[in-house]
């Protein structure tokens, strides 16, 4: 069982910047996987964000937000982070990370990815 809890959630100004973190706990090691982050807005669909590959060698985002949000992962610490800069208000959503592997088709999907934390709010005010 792969338990993922994600963290650093908040409330931010507009401009301002989070970092999130994704720690697998128990006997998980995100080393062999797929890492992605997703976000799901009040009324909306559960939407990608970003992902990075097992080694950190490449990394996926939304076309909208490259250039705000960079993924990383430390596997010797077991955490995935994403780095938002330049919050914007329309960025306010629950923020979860999820565990899987890589698809090239649809990785921006959540149909790769087998384990998902909880969440965490973010919130953005104008």
């Known amino acids: 069982q792969v338990q993922l809890v994600e963290s650093g959630g908040g409330l931010v100004q507009a401009g301002g910047s989070l970092r999130l973190s994704c720690a697998a706990s128990g006997r998980t090691f995100i080393s062999s996987y797929f890492m992605g982050w997703f976000r799901q807005a009040p009324g909306k669909e559960r939407e990608f964000v970003a992902a990075?590959?097992?080694?950190?060698?490449?990394?996926y985002y939304a076309d909208s937000l490259k250039g705000r949000f960079t993924i990383s992962r430390d596997n010797a610490k077991n955490t995935v982070y994403l780095q938002m800069n330049s919050l914007k208000p329309e960025d306010t959503a629950v923020y979860y990370c999820a565990a899987g592997y890589y698809s090239r088709n649809n990785y921006y999907t959540e149909r790769p990815y087998d384990y998902w934390g909880q969440g965490t709010q973010v919130t953005v005010s104008s």
């Open positions: 990075i590959r097992q080694s950190g060698s490449s990394t």
